[in-house]
Each structure stands twice: as structure tokens, then as C-alpha cells.
């Protein structure tokens, strides 16, 4: 069963767009919600985060907006670029244990020039 | 600066071949975690340690085993590999709940099994 919902699978946009990837969870007791990004033959890194107890974070060009009521968390990239084009991957997290970190599927962003 | 370290990069086994992948960090982590990266599936978890001489069972641990050597090393064998495994894996480290909560991630391995 998967943890978190990612959407979509794939995007294309056009360079200087909004890239808009949405993610959603069931877990409650979550309370981390980290995005990580990709780039090929590279390990995921650590992008942006946010907790519940904000409805966003902006960190440059890159937001993350939050809804707790719905249980859905997205990832803005605005302006988006060329060497912005990578697989973008959401997750959730909660206090409880080492083994708590769930990711959802993924998606691959390519820009266009 | 070197973060979390895998070894080796690639590689190609036989079926039925038996082969361990090695992962070390450098950042006094406790947790480390070994993931299989796959299309359309994301990152699913193996196996993972919560601290040296502790491993537990991830989402899909059959046909893998781990051993947490020291606090900074954590490796995964394969005892007799099958295509199913082929895959890109990727070992994670993690500080402890605090401020910074994100994971490290090496920078994986690809294994082509035939």
C-alpha cells in the first residue's frame, strides 16, 4: 500500500513556467514532509521540507505548499529552468521509530529551453 | 566531505552469482537504510538499522541480507541473485530526529543481474 500518493508520473514544461507536483497522504501521524530531488545517476538530496504547523515554505524559487485538513503537500517550482529538469520525489515522515521515512513514486520534470 | 559512500558502482552478476554491496558514512549517523530504486515504484525500503547491532525488515527484504559492521558501515549481500533484483541501489544515512531530519543518500549502485 502505498504511503504517499505522488502526481503526475511525468511533467513537461516550458522553461520560465511553474512546475506543480502534488503529493497526498492518509497517515496522520505524519508530521514531515520532505522533497527530494533527483538528477540521473545521482542519490536523491534533500530539496525542501516542511512540518504541519505551516501552510508554506518558500525556499527561492521553490515552494511548498500544505494543506493539513486535505492531506495533500505540493511542490512549487516557479521560474523553472533547464538544470531544474530531474525526477522530484515527495515524502512523509513521522516521530515514531527509524524506519519512517515513505516516498512516493516520483516524478520525472523535464524543461524545455 | 564525502557524506555516504557505496561500492561498487556498477555491476553485472550471473544468476544464481552472490555479490555484496558497501555503504559506509562519515557523519556519525545511527540509522542507515538500504533502498531499491525502481521505474515507476519509487524508493522501497530493504532493509535498515537503527543503530550498530540493530537491522531490521523493510517493505521488500526477501532475498537480501545486511549486516551493520560498525556505526559507520552497513552492507547488503545478495546470497543468489535473480533478474528481479536488478535494480539501482541506494544506501541512506539519517541524524537523528531533530532540525535536520533529512536523510543522506549515496550516490547508488546498479546492478544488472542476467
Redesign the interface.
Known sequence: QQQVK?SP?SLIVQKGGISIINCAYENTAFD?F?WYQQFP??????LI?IRPDVSEKKEGRFTISFNKSAKQFSLHIMDSQPGDSATY?CAA?G?I???N?F????TRLTVIP | NAG?TQTPKFQVLKTGQSMTLQCAQDMNH??MYWYRQDP??????IY???SEGTT?K?EVPNGYNVSRLNKREFSLRLESAAPSQTSVY?C?S?VD?GPG????????TRLTVV
Open positions: 505522488q508520473q514531515y520532505p545517476g545521482k542519490g536523491p538530496a534533500l521540507a520525489f515522515s516521530r521509530g527509524a524506519n521515512l516516498f512516493g513514486t516520483g | 555516504v545511527n540509522s515507476g515504484m519509487g524508493l522501497r525500503l535498515y538499522s537503527a531490521d523493510g541506494f541512506a539519517r530526529r531530519d533529512g536523510y543522506t543518500f549515496g550516490s547508488g
